[in-house]
């Protein structure tokens, strides 16, 4: 879910803007990490605390509440929150008032454990109990640790009005499902953020309609898995005893919600992210080829090239049904971007079953992706039942290996745009010149170009002159 992509540690700590609501005199610094999901939960934690007087702020120093929202993917983000841990407690030994919170994905792993290792930590949070915080802070208040990990079947937040914190004012996320179902051996996000649950399709619609009534013009869906979007009234897909009873309720699946929504906002742009290879349906693909609205990119996470070794993992696909699937998606919707997850080096990993890998990327020719290195995450099926057994060398060449490969099709991708002509919608000013505006194209590649009387928001065509891996480059026609 990045735009500057070979590599790429994705949201890896984002502050968010200040906000100025009147009558709130108290200060919230909120630090977001790791998925768009997050940084989405953190302008709801936002939203809530603000009915309790705090507006937020982007200098830590003058804040009286300290929140970071915490990912567990990988050992190396749980290590970066424990660094940012000490600027905290560095800054809290000139603000001895100032209450410091954990939230997240990192708060459910590890629950009241967090108060015991990092004593600058006052409460701790996961990612369904942010209604709580108002109690929480009560609890602080009074001299007491607060802590609230409490996993739920039913919360979506689906009636919370996010502050738009993280946004340019052109794009924003809306999340449609929360949890998994999946149980990858490698991942901890059922474990942190429970069962899979999907959010009343009326709701989702009516944020949508307030984001464009604010002339918000592109809009992320999200989810751990939102081609697994399926409402039928609320509750958990597991409370039908079968395929046959969902079929009977009265349902909307995730084609049908992203038909919804690019028929009634016609002129916004739409994307999602993430989608799950199993669940993808070709009324998904079949729908975005209907809609010039809806984005063409998709986000499809393999994680191996190796059968074998995605049944280690419990990915549920193997190698054939996934190429299966990109075919599909290249057929129906020639010329759409697709980009992946990789990890490399998981328990087992063979060569042979590494080439296969990279047999895989060379066969789609991914736009761009996000590659790793296994890191065993304690309490998942692989941590307790799996050795870690490749050597770290191994998994670094073999990294290695992955990066320079998805930089040779990443370049080759932006290659194909040279001499056409995109429609770019601008969200800001390029990073290296304030001359230039930057934005995406449908395929969500970077564009970049010299500035002129456009302003943020607007959408153009740009004719493509050059370009490198990541970015293309070209002037307004």
Known sequence: MGSEKVIDEKNQGQALLTTKIEGNNKKLYIESYGCSMNLNDSEIVASILSEQGYNTTHLLEEADLVLVNTCSIREKAEQTIRKRLEKY??????????????????AERLKAKFLEEEKIVDLVVGPDAYRDLPNL???????????????????TYGDVSPVRLNSNGVSAFVSITRGCDNMCTFCVVPFTRGRERSREPKSILEEIKQLVDNNYKEITLLGQNVDSYLWYGGGLKKDFKNASEIAQATAVDFAQLLDLAATEFPKTRFR?????????????????????????????????????????????????????????IKRILPGCSISQDIITGFC???EEEHQETLSLIEYV?????FMFAYSERPGTPAAKKMPDDVPLEVKKRRLNEIIQLQQKYSLYNTERFLGKTVEVLIEGSSKKSDKHWKGRN????????PKGDEKVGDFVNVFVENCTSATLLGKKI
Do not use: W
């Open 442 to 449: 449908s395929e969500n590649v970077t564009v970049v170009f």
């Open 137 to 155: 802070l009560a609890e602080v208040s009074e001299g007491r640790d607060a802590v609230n990990v409490i996993l739920s079947k039913e919360e």
């Open 272 to 328: 999602f992210s993430t989608s799950n290879p199993q669940d993808m349906s070709l009324d998904v693909i079949y729908t975005m080829a209907k809609h010039e609205n809806i984005c063409k990119y998709i986000h499809l996470p393999v994680q191996s090239g190796s059968t074998a070794v995605l049944k280690r993992m419990n990915r549920q696909h193997t190698r054939e049904e996934y190429i299966e699937l990109v075919d599909n």
């Open 89 to 106: 407690n560095a800054v809290k030994k000139i603000n001895p008032t100032m209450k410091v919170g954990v939230l997240g994905c990192m």
């Open 365 to 369: 020719k991914y736009d761009f992706g």
């Open 348 to 350: 087992g990993e063979t």
